[in-house]
């Protein structure tokens, strides 16, 4: 049997605890989701909270999919996260690495992003409003500072806490500083980014349905306002599912990603 053939052999070996271990995993949601359901139906159906049963929510969030209002909503809000999502995570990942590498630059940009973030981007909602508008660019630049102060500190820690040692033993080498920066700081800071991409992706829906509550006309979060009033209870669970399910499919793309960029890594 030639060497590769042995490497291969060995390779499939080796993925099918992983595969296995994939399987269960989706398996033990699959139940959890419906043991969910389940407990749901059970409270409601017992009238011990005044909440919408399973039934009742799955008949509205029919209707509004055979109008095509559940899918504009979705992909209004969509949209505006992914719109958002992407400018922040463009802006806040060489911030960071600049404030991790170069103390200058962390001097001069660190107050304002420790300033900016402990004011919640909800409340800068009203200000976007009134100095930019009712159109999308209040709502997507609530998004992009609600995306970029999660992953920009995320990148920063990643980077100040790189194994000195790492480094050393790179210079040692004979390796600059371009060199280092991109065979150990950028690797060794990927586990943290992605942290940081999963919390902003998180607070970009949490921002998006509130900036879709002041002076919009479409999205989930718009949509939720409009049955409040109503005391539609259905159609608000319906957009509650719909933000879960995306933000949900959006994690585990993220999860995906990260998966292949940090297999270097060990993980349980």
């Known amino acids: 049997m030639s060497i590769a053939t042995n490497a291969s052999v060995r390779s499939d070996t080796a993925r099918r605890p992983l595969l296995a271990a994939s399987v269960a995993m989706l398996v ?10 389940g407990l749901w139906w059970l409270v409601t159906a ?49 911030v960071g690495f600049l404030m991790g590498w170069y103390r200058i630059a962390r001097g001069i940009i660190e107050p304002y992003v420790q300033f900016f973030r402990t004011i919640p981007p ?4 009203p200000l976007a409003i009134v100095t930019m508008g ?15 102060l999660s992953s920009v500190v995320a990148t920063y820690q990643g980077v100040i806490s790189v194994d000195k040692t790492l480094i050393n033993a790179a210079r040692v080498l004979g390796a600059g500083d371009f060199t280092i920066f991109r065979r150990v700081i950028i690797p060794a ?22 900036a879709e509550l002041i ?13 409040q009033l109503y005391y539609d209870l259905p159609t608000i669970f319906v957009s509650l599912i719909a933000i879960g399910i995306l933000g949900l499919l959006m994690d585990r ?12 890594q060990e993980k349980l």
């Open 28 to 37: 033990l949601n699959a139940a959890a989701v419906v043991v969910g359901i």
């Open 46 to 94: 017992e009238g011990l909270v005044g909440l919408p049963t399973p039934a009742q929510v799955a008949a509205a969030a029919a209707a509004e999919a055979g109008n095509g209002i559940l899918f504009s909503d979705a992909l209004a809000s969509l949209g505006r996260v992914m719109t958002g999502f992407c400018l922040g995570l463009i802006v806040a990942i060489p």
């Open 122 to 125: 909800l409340a800068i909602i």
């Open 134 to 148: 009712i159109d999308e660019t209040p709502k997507i630049f609530v998004i992009f500072l609600a995306a970029f």
């Open 189 to 210: 800071s990927t586990p943290y980014i992605m942290v940081g991409v999963r919390v902003g992706l998180g607070s970009s829906w949490a921002t998006v349905v509130a």
């Open 215 to 227: 002076a919009a006309q479409s999205g989930l979060g718009y949509r939720m306002q409009q049955a």
């Open 253 to 264: 793309i993220v999860m995906m990603a990260d998966r292949i960029l940090t297999a270097w």
